[in-house]
């Protein structure tokens, strides 16, 4: 038959979803750090003169975060191609199901979810560390 698109040679489109993936990982750190940058900004102004140095802390760990992030995204794509290469080498779309691991024993399972367990967490702490900030400076300049 004819006109049916072109063949198909292996699992996936190599490169293409784990690309998809890291450049998703990449606008989230992207993100970070612009919001780090903003906070940078802002917070030291927000606080008090004496407590104006904390106010730096924020940015600074998102700054730091947005790198490790950045990295560990493209870390992470070279890993999941590699699994899918050594993984699925051959099989057909139709056939995928039944070649992925049984379960999470399995020596060929793919890379985790570390890296949005990670994300949540900084997520959690930065959120909880910059209403700290807010409530703290509040305080301070209702007492003064």
Do not use: K, Y
């Amino acid at each position: 038959m004819t006109g049916q698109g072109p063949s198909v040679r292996g699992p996936f489109d190599p490169g293409l979803q784990p690309e998809r993936t890291e450049l998703a990982w990449r606008r989230t750190a992207l993100a970070i750090a612009i919001g780090s940058l903003v906070s940078l900004r802002i917070f030291p102004l927000m606080l008090p003169s004496a407590f104006a140095a904390w106010g730096f802390v924020p940015g600074a760990v998102g700054l730091v975060a947005a790198c490790a992030l950045w990295s560990a995204a493209r870390r992470r794509q070279l890993r999941m191609t590699a699994w899918l290469h050594s993984t699925l080498p051959g099989a057909m779309p139709g056939a995928m199901l039944g070649a992925m691991p049984a379960g999470p024993t399995a020596p060929q399972d793919p890379p985790g979810g570390g890296m949005l367990l990670a994300l949540t967490v900084l997520a959690a702490a930065f959120g909880i560390l910059c209403i700290g900030i807010v409530v703290v400076s509040s305080l301070l300049a209702n007492a003064g």
